[in-house]
């Protein structure tokens, strides 16, 4: 049974004992069945193997969603390595920040997506490691095939010793979220707590073996990767990557290919509420819907119940230092406590509001969300003064988020950390932004907030001080930026001024910006 595996090598062989035959994966004109999947992790396991990979090591996954980018990274587990995921739209100098810190000694990726070769990317970084092509091809790169060529020189029985070597304590992934310092930081997670908190998702959710899941998620994402592949092989969904959200091929997929499942964040849901040939498609098979990362209108919670036909509609909190999930609403709630608040605590974690001193504060009265359990990160990757910073002697773990908890034990969160910024469903970091920003020799100083904005939640502005002598137009900063860092991240818009408002200690007085850009 799947809910005896406590590693995801040990969830992909008994999803192949459970499910055997039924369609694990969908990825265009191909289809895996489970006990297909299984083969074929173990043949990248043999692979990797074969290519020096040792217990513990690091490697990266730079690719949309892909069946093969389940394969390598199940693949790489099984063989005892640990899954760095890269976000598609970092540019060079993004990406070999993290492959530099995490030591990553691999590198999957595609020969191009987008208009993006992320061969040559990586070569711009500096990345000096192998190098395999999932998909396409490209110079002083391995491709998919030649790669698993490698593996037959290693016994499956050397691979399958080195899955079951694998514990529940050992890392499974460093996922690197952005922090306020400016610098991405390697969260460390492991096998068992993660499958432990997808089992407990997947079951508030109803996610079972009938369903057939479209994962538009990303899975460089915890959304897209725990919440989603690894929550499928836990309940025996069918798999249904997405590599690009696109309303009118989403809408064709969900006819198609009779889609159940659909998480995201909720502009995706107004999205397809704003499609004027909705109409057109037979939506009637949705039956799941998971969202949350950004405030909700009730109403969209009713019409995607009375309109699009889901008959489950979850929100949730969560964070990647908590394996991604922290509360939940559950399927009997009302569209206006699913709407207005992010559920309560998952089993077995516990979540508080607390004051300054840690004391939990009041019902009803706002403090700083914390959480402990089995859930909580090991630690940031080569950080203990960043982990210390986050984790207190008692085990809990400091969000920055502030919330209101109610009489119930449900969470809303309303402020966010610090100055972020939710972006159609990424997190952005304003100090991550300034940092990338401050990079073009031009700019003396930057600032970056948030602002609402309809249809993607929030977008960002940057108020720019030119250095002496500079005579960039918003324009230029606008379009080095698209050069320069991930799009989400890009500001919406550009402002140049001649300087920016501190206040007595020399710190920028964001909320005067604001209150500026409010009045724009």
Not at 40 to 65: F, K, M, Q, T, Y
Not at 180 to 203: I, Y
Not at 381 to 395: K, L, Q, V, Y
Request: glycine share 10%; hydrophobic share 45%; charged share 20%.
């Amino acid at each position: 049974m799947t809910g005896d595996a406590q590693t995801i090598p040990a969830l992909v062989r008994a999803a192949a004992a459970e499910y055997r035959d039924r369609n694990a994966i969908e990825d265009g004109n191909l289809t895996l069945s489970f006990s297909r999947l299984a083969d074929l992790v173990l043949a990248a396991a043999r692979s990797l193997v074969a290519s020096g990979l040792e217990p513990g090591d690091r490697a990266a996954i730079w690719a949309p969603n892909i069946h093969e980018w389940i394969v390598a990274a199940a693949g790489l587990q099984t063989a005892g390595g640990v899954l760095v995921p890269l976000n598609t739209r970092f540019k060079a100098n993004e990406a070999g920040y993290i492959l530099q810190k995490s030591g990553a000694r691999m590198a999957f990726t595609v020969g191009e997506f987008l208009g993006t070769r992320y061969p040559e990317l990586l070569r711009n970084a500096g990345f000096t490691g192998t190098v395999v092509c999932l998909r396409g091809a490209a110079g002083g790169t391995l491709d998919w095939a030649e790669f698993l060529a490698r593996g037959h020189d290693v016994a499956a029985g050397a691979a399958l010793r080195r899955a079951e070597a694998v514990t529940a304590d050992d890392l499974s992934d460093v996922l690197f979220t952005s922090g306020t310092t400016g610098n991405p930081k390697g969260v460390m997670t492991c096998h068992g707590q993660n499958l432990r908190a997808f089992r407990s998702w997947t079951e508030v959710v109803g996610l079972n073996a009938s369903d057939r899941y479209l994962i538009v998620n990303p899975f460089f994402h915890a959304f897209g990767y725990k919440a989603g592949w690894v929550a499928a092989l836990l309940r025996g969904a069918t798999i249904i990557p997405h590599a690009v959200f696109d309303v009118p091929a989403v809408l064709a997929r969900i006819a198609a290919e009779k889609i159940t499942m659909l998480p995201g964040p909720p502009a995706l849901y107004q999205s397809i509420l704003a499609n004027p040939d909705r109409a057109d498609y037979d939506l009637s098979s949705l039956r799941l819907a998971v969202t949350g990362a950004a405030s909700i209108p009730v109403e969209l919670i009713e019409r995607m119940g009375s309109e699009l036909g889901f008959e489950t509609v979850i929100t949730g909190y969560g964070l990647t230092e908590a394996c991604g999930i922290a509360t939940m609403c559950r399927y009997d709630d009302d569209p206006e406590t699913i709407a207005t608040t992010s559920g309560r605590a998952i089993d077995a974690v516990q979540v508080r509001c607390v004051d300054d001193s840690g004391t939990e504060v009041p019902r009803g009265e706002p403090g700083e969300v914390v959480v402990r359990g089995y859930n909580v990160m090991k630690g940031y990757f080569d950080d203990e003064a960043e982990t210390a910073a986050a984790i207190d002697a008692d085990g809990w773990l400091h969000t920055g988020d502030i919330g209101v908890m109610n009489e119930r034990g449900y969470l809303r969160i309303t402020d966010r950390k610090k100055d972020m910024f939710i972006v159609g469903g990424f997190n952005c970091y304003p100090a991550e932004i300034e940092n990338l920003i401050l990079r073009n020799t031009d700019i003396a100083q930057v600032a970056v907030i948030g602002i609402p904005d309809e249809r993607m939640g929030e977008v960002g502005i940057a108020f720019c001080v030119l250095r002496p002598g500079a005579e960039l137009s918003s324009d230029d900063i606008y379009q080095w930026c698209r050069d320069n860092m991930a799009n989400y991240k890009v500001p919406r818009r550009i402002e140049l001024v001649d300087s920016l408002p501190m206040n007595a200690i020399g710190k920028v007085t964001k909320f005067v910006l604001r209150q500026r850009a409010a009045g724009h």
